[in-house]
Structures are given as structure tokens and as C-alpha cells.
């Protein structure tokens, strides 16, 4: 039994390590991954699910120790982990195809409220690339070179051309969160 425990324990280990990752890229779900009565966590993440499967495990290995872990809640434990550990590799062996078909769908669709967070990003570097540009100007007039002068307005053109950037990109999502508040 101990070596059976300890085969998962290394199992559940490498699946933690490849739920991270594919947590780290993805994000959260809008939705939760598993039902309720296979994952209790409700969650939204893979890492959360393995901890689960992996604290179940760790019951299983106390229950062993102590010698009384019975026939019955072995096997009880055995068939929700292996539900589990098959529902975790699902997820995790679907991943490229998801992907896939996001590409295919296109961007995932931002929620207002993180059209609003990108929109005070946009804000805030468009406040500060006007600040450096005002800089650049104000050099620009106390070069004291012609070298140095054309070493500043290209300073000065690449600035320009980055708020304009940004300018556009604020306006883009400020359109967005427009039409999406209005329907």
C-alpha cells in the first residue's frame, strides 16, 4: 500500500508542477473546471485541484500509518482520487487544443472592468510620455550643439510617435467600454 501511496504522491507532484504552469499562461476560468462533487474547491485554477487531490492523499497516507485506514475507505479514497487525477489530466492533455480554438475565436473578450484597469494604464503612460516629451522639447532648446541638438529631436520624434501610439490606444478602449455600455 505504501508503495502505492507514494507512486501517486509522485504523480499528484508532477501534475502540480504542470497545473502551474499552465496557470501561469491561462489565468483563471471564467467558470469553475470540475463539478462540485468530484472537486470541493470550486476552482477556477488547476493548482487549487491538485492541492485537494494531494490533501486527500495526504488523509489516506495518515489514515495508513496510524492503521486505520479500512478496506472500504481505501477503496473509497482511491476511486475519488483516481476520478480526480483523471479529470486533472484531461484538463491538462486538452490545453493545445483549447488553444487552438481560441486562436480560431479570437481574443478572449475583456470584462468591463478590465477595460476600465487597461484604460488607466493607457492613462497613465500617456500623462507620463507627454512629461518626457515636454523634457525632450525643453533639451532640445538648451542643446548646445548641433550634434547633440539632433541626438534630442530624435528623442523627441520617437516620443511623439510612442503618445501617439498610446493616444490611440486609450481612444480604442475608451470606444470599447463606450458600446459596451450602452448595450
Known amino acids: 500500500m505504501k508503495a502505492q501511496i507514494d507512486a501517486m504522491a509522485q504523480h499528484l507532484d508532477q501534475l502540480a508542477v504542470q497545473a502551474a504552469e499552465v496557470d501561469r499562461r ?29 490533501g486527500l492523499l495526504a488523509v489516506m497516507r495518515r489514515d495508513h500509518q496510524q492503521g486505520v485506514l479500512t478496506d472500504a475507505r481505501a477503496t473509497h479514497i482511491c476511486e475519488t482520487l483516481l476520478a480526480q ?5 484531461r484538463e491538462l492533455a486538452t490545453q493545445p487544443l483549447r488553444k ?5 475565436r479570437g481574443p478572449r473578450r475583456q470584462s468591463i472592468g478590465e477595460l476600465y484597469q487597461d484604460l488607466a ?3 497613465d503612460w500617456e500623462r507620463r510620455l507627454a512629461d518626457k516629451l515636454r523634457d525632450a522639447n525643453a533639451s532640445v532648446e538648451m542643446a548646445s550643439s548641433p550634434a547633440v541638438r539632433q ?7 520617437a516620443l511623439e510617435q510612442r503618445l501617439a501610439r498610446c493616444t490611440k490606444a486609450r481612444e480604442r478602449i475608451e470606444t470599447t467600454i463606450t458600446y459596451r455600455e450602452k448595450r
Do not use: M
Not at 31 to 41: I, M
Not at 85 to 89: C, D, E, F, G, H
Not at 100 to 104: D, G, K, M, S
Open 26 to 54: 491561462r489565468g483563471e476560468a471564467k467558470a469553475p473546471l470540475f463539478a462540485t462533487p468530484l472537486f470541493h474547491c470550486k476552482g477556477k485554477l488547476l493548482t487549487p485541484c491538485v492541492n485537494e487531490a494531494q
Open 121 to 123: 494604464k493607457h492613462q
Open 151 to 157: 541626438q534630442y529631436q530624435k528623442q523627441v520624434l
Open 85 to 89: 487525477i483523471t479529470a486533472l489530466q
Open 100 to 104: 487552438q480554438e481560441q486562436a480560431r
